[in-house]
């Protein structure tokens, strides 16, 4: 008989104990959102650990990277202004500027005045920055592979069009990357 293939294979998780209790305590409620919901947060926590552990053998944090991996793929010049990096990493200008004050004495950016306003700044990715991303996006991708094939293909395609449509029901898209 053949072995039974893991991922196919409906075992009860720590959600499934947490319904029933539920269920069983106030069967007045459908506790359904809960089951997809509280594993779309745990699935996401466990990403983002396996994520952030490719950052780290990199040197960087997963802010870090995000700001990195945003002027890369601007391309050249691979610059910014801290404002636009802010809005395309959700992050605070205050938040991103202890970021780029970081990356800048890492020696991965530079800031430097505006070309056509004096009281602008633009923070620009180093030779060495290149570097580091590149390589760093380069382990994440392979990690992010190696992350989604735990799932068959046809699952991933369609867990990929639920969340567009769940998505989209939430955020506006941004109009660039």
């Known amino acids: ?17 947490v319904g029933d209790a539920w269920r069983r305590e106030r069967p007045d409620l459908d506790v359904r959102p809960q089951q997809v ?12 650990d396996e994520l952030v552990a490719v950052y780290a053998r990199h040197g960087l944090t997963e802010g870090e990277f995000d700001v990195l991996a945003t002027l ?9 202004s801290p404002g636009d990096l ?3 990493t959700l992050v605070t200008s205050g938040g991103m ?4 004050d970081r990356l800048e004495r890492a020696g991965l950016v530079t800031r430097r005045v505006g070309d056509t306003d004096a009281r602008a700044r633009v923070v620009a990715l180093t030779p060495r920055g290149r570097e580091v991303i590149d390589a760093a996006f380069t382990d994440h991708m392979a990690n992010e592979r ?29 109009a660039t990357a």
Do not use: C, F, Q
């Open 72 to 80: 890369r793929r601007g391309g050249p010049p691979y610059e910014r």
């Open 146 to 174: 190696r992350l989604l094939d735990a799932l068959e293909p046809a699952d991933a395609d369609a867990l990929e069009r639920v969340l567009r449509i769940w998505l989209a029901a939430l955020e506006t898209p941004p």
């Open 1 to 17: 008989m053949p072995t039974p293939d893991p991922r196919r294979a409906p075992t009860p998780d720590r959600l499934d104990l």
């Open 37 to 48: 919901i509280g594993r779309l947060h745990r699935v996401a926590n466990h990403l983002t």
């Open 97 to 100: 500027s202890k970021r780029i």
């Open 86 to 88: 802010a809005e395309h």
